[in-house]
């Protein structure tokens, strides 16, 4: 196993990719073909973006990048050289949860938590679009991030708490 990051490490085809990460710059060698989630989770170490389907349907691997919210399993890191990346290690202030992960974890919106830092990801996104968003538009927007365990009641519930509660604070 150590031969084989020493062989990607010492490839010529290997690249520098330079990120501004949840507001640090980071930088790291990265194979032209390696996935913005492995860069994130194998070279800079965040282990909260999730890798499901490698294909961009499930949402697990939900990050910011340069604002917008993308799949990181569909994107190579040499695409994202120079951008601005937000995962979910960013919405938490230290030991302090953001008003979103409060919600998702009194609502009841995550089970096993294998979805939940995209659906986080997504939501934080929907309620700086829409601060006040109905049930149906939650459902809409985060009907691009899969779970197989809440039946989303929960989930909606969450996003809707968490409305309530970022624009109660925002007064």
């Known amino acids: 196993m150590n031969d084989r990051v020493n062989t990607v490490e010492a490839s010529a085809e290997a690249r520098l990719v330079q ?33 499901g389907c490698e294909q961009g349907s499930c949402g697990a691997c939900t990050i910011r990048l340069n604002g ?23 919405l938490a202030n230290g030991a302090e949860l953001h008003p979103i992960q409060e919600s998702y974890r009194e609502k009841h919106g995550l089970q096993c938590g294998f979805c ?19 049930e ?7 009907s691009g991030n899969i779970c197989r365990c809440t039946g989303y009641v929960g989930v909606v519930a969450a996003v809707m708490d968490a409305a309530d509660k970022l624009s109660s604070n925002s007064r």
């Open 68 to 90: 917008k919210i993308v799949r990181s399993c569909i994107m190579f890191a040499v695409q994202a050289n120079g951008a601005e990346i937000e995962t979910v290690e960013n």
């Open 116 to 134: 939940t830092p995209g659906l986080l990801m997504a939501t934080q996104s929907l309620l700086e679009e829409n601060p006040k968003p109905s």
């Open 19 to 51: 990120l501004r990460v949840n507001g640090e710059d980071v930088q790291g060698a990265a194979e032209p073909r390696m996935l913005l989630a492995d860069f994130i989770r194998h070279v800079i170490g965040l282990k909260g973006t999730h890798v």
């Open 136 to 142: 149906q538009d939650v459902r809409e927007y985060l």
